[in-house]
């Protein structure tokens, strides 16, 4: 099995910055993309950004320039550098990642981290 536990969350004044983390942790043999998807009260969850195992990113047009992910491949580790948060950022951020154990490739998804902008 393979855990994502996020970290990094809370309450944060629109205009200001957040840092998430996303800790990978289990049996598998590579992690390849890897991404943050957020879900609003009484939205469907969406993609914020992915990233690729050689870095390729793709971001939601609502947070482009404002938001930057990162990994660190050797520490089994991702990053969202959230700024400029704005109040329609509030919702809960959730890790995603799609992983390869064996031959197969799974998708897993952490337990979320709520992060709230307050205006």
């Known amino acids: 099995q393979v855990q994502l536990v996020e970290s990094g969350g809370g309450l944060v004044q629109a205009g200001g910055s957040r840092r998430l983390s996303c800790t990978a942790s289990?049996?598998?043999?590579?992690?390849?993309?890897m991404g943050w998807y957020r879900q609003a009260p009484g939205k469907e969850r969406e993609l914020v950004v992915s990233i690729t195992s050689s870095g390729s990113t793709n971001y939601a047009d609502s947070v482009k320039g404002r938001f930057t992910i990162s990994r660190a491949n050797a520490k089994n580790m991702m990053y969202l550098q959230m700024n400029n948060l704005t109040p329609e950022d509030t919702a809960v951020y959730y890790c995603n990642a799609r992983v390869t154990r064996s031959i197969w490739e799974y998708e897993y998804w952490g337990q979320g981290t709520q992060v709230t902008v307050s205006s």
């Open positions: 289990g049996s598998y043999t590579s992690i390849n993309a």
